[in-house]
């Protein structure tokens, strides 16, 4: 498909478990981004590939929270040792077209999946 | 840092009329862009119309367009003709010339429209 692929689309762990959410972006897309939405709030930025370097990790609530992009593709967000707060919506999204020039970056609209529900029991 | 605030948790609006979405902002920096997002129950995430900072001119789509008051940090979203299409939670969202390529979104208004 032409869109942003998450999967699972819901995913229940109990206490303790790792777990792992995967990010199918738009192909070739530079930016992934990774957001958690808590139930009634909006999202919350976690972390930022370009390619397959991390760019910024500054919103990961803790070192639990791990992700990559080891070819500039598809991404994992991997949550060690679930918490119940751990409990919400991960979002994916990708921008930004490989050759569409670097101030793109910055003007490219963010394409978002549907997310994966996480329910840590 | 940049934060952006929706004082209205809900808003209803009837089938064909106009409602309008309060969001306000804080930031020092001079360029930016501004966006509202649909999120409906699928959790996908619709962009839905996007302004300039540096543009006066205020963006429109169809039957959404933006009052972007830059000095009072404002940036209001109109629905025209109301669609039940429409309902959905509605977040605004601050992208910064500083914060690389990451959005900060305000807590979302859920709009009901009625038939």
């Known amino acids: 498909g032409a869109g942003v692929s998450q999967s699972p689309r819901y995913k229940v762990a109990k206490r303790g478990q790792d777990v792992a959410l995967r990010c199918d972006p738009i192909s070739g897309h530079v930016s992934l981004f990774w957001y958690q939405q808590a139930l009634g709030q909006g999202p919350e930025f976690l972390t930022y590939?370009?390619?397959?370097?991390?760019?910024?990790k500054s919103g990961l609530p803790s070192d639990r929270f791990f992700a990559e992009r080891p070819e500039g593709s598809v991404s994992t967000l991997k949550i060690q040792r679930t918490q119940q707060e751990d409990s919400a919506v991960y979002l994916c999204?990708?921008?930004?077209?490989?050759?569409?020039?670097?101030?793109?970056?910055?003007?490219?609209?963010?394409?978002f999946g549907n997310g994966t529900r996480l329910t840590v029991t | 840092a940049q934060t952006v605030t929706q004082s209205q948790p809900e808003m209803s609006v009837q089938e064909a009329e106009t409602v309008t979405l309060s969001c306000t902002y804080d930031t020092s920096e001079s360029d930016y862009y501004l966006f509202w997002y649909k999120q409906p129950p699928s959790r996908q995430m619709i962009l839905v119309i996007r302004?300039?900072?540096?543009?006066?001119q205020n963006a429109t789509e169809n039957r959404f367009s933006v009052n972007f008051q830059k000095a009072a940090k404002s940036f209001s979203l109109k629905i025209s003709d109301s669609q039940l299409g429409d309902a959905a939670m509605y977040f605004c969202?601050?992208?910064?010339?500083?914060?690389?390529?990451?959005?900060?979104f305000g807590e979302g208004t859920q709009l009901t429209v009625n038939p």
């Open positions: 590939f370009q390619n397959e370097a991390q760019l910024d």
């Open positions: 302004q300039e900072a540096y543009k006066q």
């Open positions: 999204a990708s921008s930004y077209p490989r050759g569409a020039g670097p101030l793109s970056s910055y003007n490219s609209p963010l394409h």
């Open positions: 969202a601050y992208r910064g010339e500083t914060s690389g390529s990451r959005l900060t």
